[in-house]
Nanobody
Framework: QVQLVESGGGLVQPGDSLRLSCAAS????????MGWFRQAPGKEREFVAT????????SYLDSVKGRFTISRDTAKNSVYLQMNSLKPEDTAVYYC?????????????????WGQGTQVTVSS
C-alpha cells in the first residue's frame, strides 16, 4: 500500500502563486507515475499534470501549460505542483495520485493511489 498526503493549498488572489506538495509513504518503490488531478465544484475530476518517476516524461492539461510545473524529489518520495498566475477557474480540490504502471498517463483509472485532496481557492 501507498499513502499520499497533500499540502500547500489555500486562498489566494488571481495572479498569485502556490506550491502544492505530495508526500508518498509505504511501498513507493513500485511507483512509476505521480500526478495531480483537480475537481471544481459541480464538475468532474480532471487531469492536471503528471510525471514519470524518472522525470523524463511530463504531461499537462492545456489550460495550465506555461503556468503550472510538476516536479519531484525522489529522495523525499515527494512530488510538487508549482502553480503560477493562478486564475479563478483554477479553484478546485487538488488531488495527488500515484500509479504502478503507465499504459496511459492522463487517465484516472491508471492511478492506483489517491490522496485526500487539498483545497485551492483563487478569488479577489
Amino acid at each position: 500500500q501507498v499513502q499520499l498526503v497533500e499540502s500547500g493549498g489555500g486562498l489566494v488572489q488571481p495572479g498569485d502563486s502556490l506550491r502544492l506538495s505530495c508526500a508518498a509513504s509505504g511501498r513507493t518503490n513500485n511507483l512509476v507515475l505521480m500526478g495531480w488531478f483537480r475537481q471544481a465544484p459541480g464538475k468532474e475530476r480532471e487531469f492536471v499534470a503528471t510525471m514519470n518517476w524518472g522525470g523524463e516524461i511530463t504531461s499537462y492539461l492545456d489550460s495550465v501549460k506555461g503556468r503550472f510545473t510538476i516536479s519531484r524529489d525522489t529522495a523525499k518520495n515527494s512530488v510538487y505542483l508549482q502553480m503560477n498566475s493562478l486564475k479563478p477557474e483554477d479553484t478546485a480540490v487538488y488531488y495527488c495520485a500515484a500509479a504502478t504502471s503507465a499504459i496511459t498517463i492522463r487517465e484516472q483509472f491508471q492511478y492506483d493511489y489517491w490522496g485526500q485532496g487539498t483545497q485551492v481557492t483563487v478569488s479577489s
